[in-house]
């Protein structure tokens, strides 16, 4: 039975290109913002959306999710409350405020800057991945 | 189902010793390893293979717990305190340290006393020194228990130095005012210099400046209960030994010093290594005292207004109203290390933002006359420094009124307020450094 597990395990690892983990931790914040501003949502929604958008390239320990959604929290870009989902588990659900916005806005300015940078380092185009996601 | 809820259960178990956890943060990962599990046996796992796996994608607990506590950097401090017990051999040696500072504090400081003949003959140099005779063990006491590096040590031991030289080669004036106020200032430029080796150096840490806020009020707090005892333990051996024949001044002469040098260390002691019990203590204080102060600031700032300052106050008064900033200063600051910065506004805070602006009012209206009075009589040592440190003050709580006001309003948030106290706190090292240093020889040490 185990086994089967540790199979899976090293199964859904392979193919999976390994994102580096700072550049994992930098992106976190713009990316609980972009997936808050659809909607507000709770943990396990939106890990399951950072997996969906990434096509499962990008992998998060979950439980780090929660400190990063505290201090966003803290730091008034989010608001937070508990509320019964509809399936009767009691939840905590985040929503994006104006100064989380704001901050979003300026993430995304940086993220472009970056990405054009790179963009046109590598002569004008994004090159293809010689080994892409599954 | 029943094994799977036992496992839960476990797991649950062993979230909730962590200690940068609360039982929200545990309940709110349950849930997401719930979920977890959910979509896995949906997906055709069986429930046993899919709580490991949930249990795996969330990530090792002590990982999790310590990323949690960091960004709770509150219940870090009481980690941080709390660390390293359970090991014995650390236990024996943690109260063996601080008794050894705090003895020879109390040396040091009876043997400065017993050469300057204090309360005899009230020798100035003494009074300036006084802190250098404790507060340097302090400072000490923590670069040992955080293991500084060498030149952290030279860093920490700097500025005792440098106040030591200043305070005994500047020329002071015997009896003059400036000797006073140096004796005065010197306990809390020394303060300040206890904080680096308290935050083993990371003093642009804003979440290290407030856990040195936090050990302040603590610090405080211990030793006004020390005091206490003291005074009781001091009151009933005059009382027994009178009777007898026995001089009992003498023995307060001797035991008093003493016991003031080795409780400051021993304070700070107890705030490292009991600091559950005052955990508890510290908002209970606040939320008693708060309100008190809040009626008594409204009823005081209405009476100043309706009946006018008039000739009623005198030189003192601006001394007596620094010390009530200095008071509402606390409350905030207490207050503020006591609440968790993100909760919403509640009826605490309103009740403070109402005595931080009172305070404000009546100080707004001293300070006026007073600008007024020095206008016409010049400026000396004692009003200098009285001055100073209540713009120094008032510039604090207009802004600290001002962001609290806009969390109240719920447009801004909690951390604002606590970034300009624990950023402030440098303005008012500044302040006293000032005092100290520059104040003597701008007045020609008179």
């Known amino acids: 039975m185990y086994l089967v597990v540790i199979c899976l395990l090293l199964l859904a690892k392979e193919g999976w290109l390994d994102i580096d983990k700072d550049l994992v931790a930098a992106s976190a914040t713009p990316l609980v913002l972009t997936i ?82 790179l963009r046109d380092a590598w002569g004008g185009a994004l090159p293809t991945l010689a080994s892409g996601s599954p | 189902m029943d094994q799977l809820e036992l496992e839960i259960a476990e797991w649950r178990a062993h979230l909730e010793r962590s200690p940068g956890l609360n039982g ?75 008794l050894l500072f705090a003895v020879a504090a109390a040396v040091v400081t009876q043997g400065a006393r017993l050469a300057a003949g204090f309360p005899d003959d009230q020798e100035s ?33 700097a500025p005792f130095a440098v106040s030591a030289l200043l305070v005994n080669l500047y020329p002071f004036v015997e009896d003059g005012s400036t000797t006073f106020l140096v004796a005065a200032h010197l306990p809390a430029v ?5 904080a680096y080796p308290y935050m083993s150096g990371t003093l642009r840490s804003h979440e290290r400046r407030m856990d040195f806020v936090r050990f302040t009020g603590e610090w405080f707090i211990y030793f006004a209960l020390l005091a206490l005892g003291g005074g ?32 400051v260390i021993v304070a700070a002691w107890l ?25 008594m600031l409204v009823i005081a700032a ?34 503020m290390s006591a609440r968790d910065p993100g909760q919403q506004p509640g009826w605490m805070d309103r009740i ?38 209540n713009i120094v003050l008032l510039v604090n709580l207009v802004v600290t009124a001002w962001l609290s006001g806009r969390f109240l309003a719920r447009r801004g948030t909690f951390h604002p307020i606590e970034r300009w106290q624990t950023g402030y706190l440098a303005v008012f090292a500044l302040w006293a450094a000032t005092v100290v240093v520059v104040l003597p020889p701008l007045f020609s040490f008179a």
């Open chain 1, 36 to 117: 808050l501003e659809e909607g507000e949502s709770y943990g396990y929604a939106i890990l399951k959306r950072v997996r969906e958008l990434s096509n499962g390239e990008m992998e998060w320990t979950d439980g780090m999710l929660y400190p990063l959604l505290h201090r966003l929290h803290r730091l008034g870009l989010v608001t937070h409350d508990w509320r019964l989902s509809p399936e009767g588990r009691r939840r905590r659900y985040y929503a994006i405020t104006d100064e989380g916005r704001a901050a979003l806005e300026e993430h995304k300015r940086q993220w472009v800057a970056v990405a054009r940078t």
């Open chain 2, 125 to 157: 140099w003494f009074l300036r020194n006084a802190a250098l005779f404790v507060l340097p063990f302090l400072a000490g006491y923590f670069a040992r228990r955080r293991g500084l590096a060498t030149s952290q040590w030279l860093v920490a031991v």
């Open chain 2, 302 to 335: 209405i009476v100043y207004a309706a009946t006018g300052l008039g000739g009623a106050f005198d030189r003192e008064l601006l001394g007596v109203f620094d010390l009530l900033m200095v008071v509402v200063l606390g409350l905030v600051l207490y207050g």
């Open chain 2, 24 to 98: 929200r943060d545990v309940e709110e990962l349950e849930m997401h390893l719930r979920d977890q599990i959910d979509d896995l046996v949906a997906a055709g796992l069986a429930a046993d293979e899919a709580f490991i796996i949930a249990v795996k994608r969330l990530g090792s607990i002590d990982e999790v717990s310590q990323e949690f506590a960091r960004e709770h950097s509150g219940r870090l401090w009481k980690q941080l305190v709390l660390s390293g017990e359970g090991d014995p051999q650390a236990t024996s040696h943690r109260w063996l340290e601080p």
């Open chain 2, 352 to 389: 403070q933002f109402v005595a931080v602006v009172a305070a404000l009012a009546l100080d707004l209206m001293v300070l006026g006359a007073m600008i007024v009075r020095i206008g016409d009589l010049g400026f000396t040592p004692n009003r200098t420094a009285a001055l100073g440190l």
């Open chain 2, 190 to 194: 020394l303060w300040f210099a206890v």
């Open chain 2, 271 to 295: 705030v490292e290594s009991k600091q559950r019990v005052i955990e508890n203590m510290a908002p209970v204080l606040t939320m008693v005292f708060t309100p008190l102060f809040a009626v």
């Open chain 2, 232 to 263: 009781v333990l001091m009151g009933i051996t005059v009382a027994i030994l009178t009777p007898a024949g026995v001089d009992a001044e003498a023995i307060m002469e001797w035991v008093l010093p003493m016991g003031a040098a080795g409780a």
